[in-house]
């Protein structure tokens, strides 16, 4: 066979569908001359990568465009196939989120389209043992089983785990899978991320999404991080941070316990305490109104109750706060007077913020802290939050979630209406596919299910604790690793109590492994989404389309593929793919994309077709890397991915909406205002805007959403055509399918729902404004009596401690502060990223940092092994890295790892090949109980332990 050289074969492919190549624009861009700028531009992404300087033929390059599964910054890269072989990549230096950049887990993705430890075909266990089984055998048996307990304990006792993973087809394909089996059972990791965030921002200004962009960073001039260490959490990000340093001299301010390799970067770093936020922002708004620095004429106009807020910051003067905090009392002065000074600022943040019992009361009060500095719905501003997962924001705006339709239609009789209307359905027929009877007073359709973060309790506690018929009997954990989760020893015990435990992933993970079961269990082979098409939607809220890039490997099949043939198994398929086109046992992703903008009206995702996102990935060079817009080309006046609101059909070609409550710009060209989610008063007092609007609004003043009795009233109604009116008779601009009410309100320069004020307060949490309450297990057990936790509550089907377990004071066995967070070499639960040589490589050990001063006193050196026990008793050996990044009296662990538990591997029970490169303790395994009232988010970051040499 014929040699080739890879610059020969480089001539054979047609290189201009590339873009622009690296050489193209180290030749172009002119590198001597760009200095910092030009190297913060590029990232890592001029690593070299590796690859073979020979292939073994002369086969043309073909190239597709895809977008990495890692982080959801979004980034572009080229994918080059060879006889339908991925045999190289470039980063894409005309992508408008990258420019090039790529991070390690970036650079490394060809080795997850040809893994060798993926899983090659299905398989369940079998007297201990891995069997080999047909995809028709494990339809049919995984089906049977469903049924069965369909049959005895009905349809809630089938838990759905759903995936970030999945494309946006497959996410709104799967809820649908869980609605049309009768269940609300259905969650995926954003409720372990950044569901805290969704209730707390959309509870304060009408979405629970990232306001701007990344790329609109480049714009701020002050930048403050709370619990976001994007420097290894989300790379890429990083050049747009950096860039606005170089540019504007932004002021970088990081508050995170660690010194982390984002707070190397900063110009002030706040080591505060594990679980006080919110003090600490109080601390700082004390400063801002003390000093007048707020923005009152934002203030008046746009904002709900901040003299509320007043009177709580009241009680948290500069003293005060560096008690609680343990930041003195000059580093909070000089953060507020940083934010203050350099306007416009933005507020970023991560789970560092949201994964506490006061979750969401913290991501209200990062809110607050912008309102009152009237850094919203202006460039530069804004909060930005970064999602973990590559499509954890279209996962939870299309509704993979225990209390949420697609885009966020609640579970009311309505919300339902909607949707049976959308899928062309009978409403009686949808009710007959739940449990009758009621839950706490509701019916089981309406009442939200188990969130993923408490699945195992709906197997392990008694049937009579549980708001619902009986307990959780089986589990799909597709797309997800269940070592994300605390409380692991629970967590184990519960897979050990399935009747069945189905992992569908294109790896085995942890769900699979970490029991001692002998049967019971099914691994069912999913392709990657580099072996899929469809979209996927960034922190940002863009929209991006994937090109296939290979076929399915192996036996692996597309997941909306496994899940039609699950819904034909179970006799639902007729319903469940009733608007789609099917090609052998794939319903057609683009009718799916369809299905999904003829209903998300609440969000504006109905503006974005198929045709108009792959038009987008096919120009990607036009668009510009600050702005996102398309300054020519097919795209042009577009924003990048047509970030929603996206408004009105796909027809009336809106440009998408890259800054959320901007009122420079009209409505039609993505501007807008606060949204009237609460109504038009509360307790007597106006909650509409007040004297502002949105440019070229008709209302110059407030006013509340769009429904058929407004338009009436205005005299707009005649607007619609006779088609529209038929449509829109009884409803809102939410469940209005003809889009006639949007279309109107738009033409008369009005948001579709309303101009209102953003609030501080909100009257349907635990509490109104946000609280500091002590974490469950504290170490500061003078602070517990003036600002306990929640008395025990139940939160919807589940009981939920609090104060029974702050009031056990476990501060003198476990001393130190236990937190987690992420690693930039691996990703999530770390199953996919550890079993890639190239990231196994660079980091093989799982680890603790703790203090040189507390690793003295317990006579442990930098590398030795140590236990660590958690404050209920969870041990885990791993290795000690000392290291001033964290202070005395806080410790900290990356969350990646899995495959040992207690010291013991479970290398063992993987099926032959299969085993991770690198293996490790899961910190879940030693953190411990504590979720927010409102979501159900776990506390991982403030916990206690105790270490010792092992």
């Known amino acids: 066979m014929k040699l080739t050289r890879k610059s020969d074969v480089a001539q054979v492919a047609n290189k201009p569908t590339l873009g622009i190549s690296r050489r193209q624009f180290m030749k172009q861009a002119g590198i001597a001359t760009g200095g910092i700028a030009a190297a913060s531009l590029m ?86 043992k891995w069997k080999k089984i047909s995809w028709e055998d494990a339809i049919n048996e995984v089906g049977d089983q469903m049924l069965n307990i369909r049959k005895e304990s009905g349809p809630d006792s089938v838990y759905f785990m759903g995936s970030a993973k999945f494309s946006n087809e497959g996410c709104y394909a799967y809820r649908k899978l869980a609605a049309m089996w009768g269940t609300n059972n259905v969650d995926h990791s954003a409720r372990i991320c950044h569901s805290t965030t969704v209730a707390g921002v959309a509870n304060t200004w009408g979405y629970g999404a990232q306001t ?38 932004a002021k970088i301010i990081v508050v995170d316990p660690r010194f982390s390799r984002t707070a190397a970067h900063s110009d002030l770093h706040c080591a505060i305490r594990p679980g006080t936020d919110i003090p600490f922002i109080y601390g700082m708004l004390w400063h801002i109104f003390e000093n007048g620095w707020e923005d009152k004429t934002f203030i008046q106009h746009r904002v709900f109750e901040m003299e509320t807020i007043r009177a709580e910051v009241k009680k948290f003067p500069p003293k005060e706060v560096a008690n609680i905090t343990g930041v003195s009392e000059e580093v909070v002065y000089q953060a507020a007077k940083l934010m203050a000074e350099n306007r416009p600022g933005t507020v970023i943040w991560c789970m560092g913020g949201t994964q506490h019992h006061v979750g969401n009361a913290n991501t209200r009060a990062y809110c607050i802290l912008q309102l009152a500095l009237g850094n919203m719905g202006v460039s530069g501003g804004g909060t930005n939050i970064f999602r973990g997962h590559d499509n954890v924001q279209a996962a939870t705006d299309l509704g993979l979630l225990f209390d ?56 392990l506690l008694e049937k009579d604790k549980l708001a619902q018929k009986d307990n959780i009997r089986m589990a799909f954990f597709w797309g997800q690793s269940v070592n994300t989760g605390t409380r692991q020893r629970d967590v184990r015990d519960a897979l050990d109590k399935l009747d069945t435990v189905v992992v569908v992933d294109p790896f085995p993970t942890i769900a699979g492994i970490m029991h001692s079961r002998k049967n019971g269990v099914y691994l069912l082979p999913a392709c990657t989404q580099f072996e899929a098409s469809g979209a996927v939607s960034n922190s940002g809220r863009s929209i991006q389309w994937r090109e296939q890039v290979i076929q399915p490997l192996f036996e692996s099949k597309n997941d909306i593929e496994i899940m039609y043939m699950l819904a034909k198994k179970v006799g639902i398929s007729e319903q469940w793919a009733k608007r789609w086109n099917i090609a052998g046992n794939m319903p057609v992703v683009e009718d799916i994309s369809r299905e999904i903008n003829r209903g998300m009206w609440t969000i504006g995702y109905t503006g974005q077709s198929p045709e108009r996102i792959k038009q987008h990935t096919q120009n990607w060079g036009t668009f510009s890397n600050k702005t996102l817009e398309a300054a020519g080309g097919p795209c042009k006046g577009e924003t990048y991915g047509l970030p929603w609101p996206c408004w009105g059909t796909p027809e009336a070609k809106h440009p998408g909406t890259q800054i959320l409550y901007n009122q420079d710009k009209h409505v039609k060209d993505g501007g807008g205002n606060f949204r009237a989610r609460y109504g038009v008063e509360y307790n007597g007092k106006n909650l509409l805007a007040e004297g502002t609007f949105s440019k070229g609004a008709e209302i110059q003043d407030g006013y509340p959403e769009f429904s058929d009795k407004l338009l009436k009233q205005l005299g707009w109604w005649d607007d619609l055509t006779a088609e529209e009116k038929a449509a829109a008779e009884g409803k809102n601009w939410k469940t209005d399918l003809s889009g006639g009410i949007v279309r109107v309100a738009i033409k008369h320069g009005c948001i579709p729902f309303g101009n209102a004020k953003a609030r501080c307060i909100v009257w349907t949490f635990p509490d109104q404004a946000p609280v500091h309450r002590e974490p469950i297990y504290t170490a500061r057990r003078d602070l517990v009596a003036k600002y306990p936790t929640y008395d025990d509550m139940q939160v919807h089907r589940l009981p939920t401690l609090y104060k029974t377990l702050q009031e056990n004071d476990l501060s003198g066995k476990y001393p130190l502060v236990m937190t987690s967070g992420r690693l930039v070499e691996y990703e999530g639960g770390g199953e996919e990223s550890r079993c890639n040589p190239w990231l196994a490589e660079l980091q093989q050990e799982m680890f603790i940092e703790i203090s040189p001063a507390d690793a003295a006193d317990r006579a442990i050196r930098n590398g030795e092994f140590v236990w660590v026990e958690g404050a209920e008793g969870g041990r885990i050996k791993v290795q000690a890295m000392v290291t001033p990044r964290v202070a005395p009296g806080v410790t900290f662990m990356p969350y990646h790892f899995a495959g040992v538990m207690h010291g013991e591997s479970l290398a063992a029970n993987y099926p032959e090949g299969t085993v991770p490169y690198v293996i490790g303790e899961s910190c879940n395994t030693a953190l411990t109980y504590g979720y927010d009232p409102v979501t159900q988010m776990q506390e991982t970051k403030a916990s206690l332990c105790q270490i010792v040499k092992a």
């Open 212 to 249: 701007n962009s990344f790329n609109d960073i480049q714009n701020a001039n002050a930048i403050f991080l709370i619990g976001a260490n994007p420097a290894e959490a989300h790379p890429v990000s990083m050049q747009h941070i950096l860039i606005a340093k170089e540019k504007n001299n």
């Open 404 to 459: 949420n339709l697609p885009g966020y239609y609640g579970l009311t009789t309505a919300a339902w209406e909607h949707w049976t209307n959308v899928w062309e359905l009978d409403m009686e027929w949808m009710k007959s596919r739940f449990d009758h009877g009621t839950y706490l007073g509701r019916e089981p359709m309406t009442t939200p299910g188990m969130p993923c973060s408490r699945w195992f309790d709906g197997v």
């Open 43 to 128: 990232g890592t992404g001029m690593m070299r990568r590796a690859e073979a300087k020979d292939v073994p033929y002369d086969a043309p390059i073909e190239i597709k465009r895809t977008i990495c599964s890692a982080c959801a910054v979004g980034c572009g890269l080229y994918a080059e196939v060879q006889n339908g072989v991925w045999t190289g990549q470039e980063p894409a230096f005309d992508h408008p989120f990258n420019a090039g950049g790529h991070c390690a887990k970036g650079a490394a993705l060809r080795e997850h389209g040809h893994g060798e430890k993926r899983l090659k075909y299905p398989m369940k266990l079998v007297d201990g």
